[in-house]
């Protein structure tokens, strides 16, 4: 999987890409067989860069204190999630309680060897897949309690308009669907839709 991956490194704007951390970075991400697909300041171009780019991760390089970095990164992957490493010598808590807030998988504080990169890389993916699925989860959880409350509102107008016990309601809307190759919820909403038309 490593092999394959596509990485952005970032740094802050005023900081050298040629630093020493910058270059013990890069001979990491080499060693371990990742493709470096660009190495970009944190300015305002980042967003559209990345847009561009399509990178699987994002590696944030920032010596000292990274909030300017953040900001453009939580801009540039709003849309569209990533797992994000950053790599700095901060070690204040509230740094570090940012960067994850701002969605940073993992934040590594000193010491970045070359040999390090490649497990800390695997497990910020790990952390980041995992989050996603949970994200997932729990989007569908409301979909389905969304449309829940659809049916029951749509169940509810049956049976006061048309003197029906829930059961018969539901059995109405199920046919109803099934007639029309809809789904339960679908249905359920033209009806509320009508409803609302109609007053």
Known sequence: ???????????????????????????GLLEAGYELVASLPADLHLPERIAQLQPDMIIVDAESDARDVLEHIVIATRDERRPIVMFTEDDKTSSMEAALEAGVSAYIVAGLKPERIKPVLNVALARFRKEEKLLLE????????????????AKGLLMSRHGMTEEQAYQRLRTMAMNKKLKLADIAQRILDVEDLLG
């Open 138 to 153: 729990l989007a569908d959880t409301k979909h389905k309690l969304a449309e829940r409350k659809v049916v029951d509102r």
């Open 1 to 27: 999987m490593s092999r394959n991956l596509r990485i952005v490194l970032v740094h802050p704007h005023h900081e050298s890409d040629a630093s020493q951390r910058a270059c013990a970075l890069h001979a």
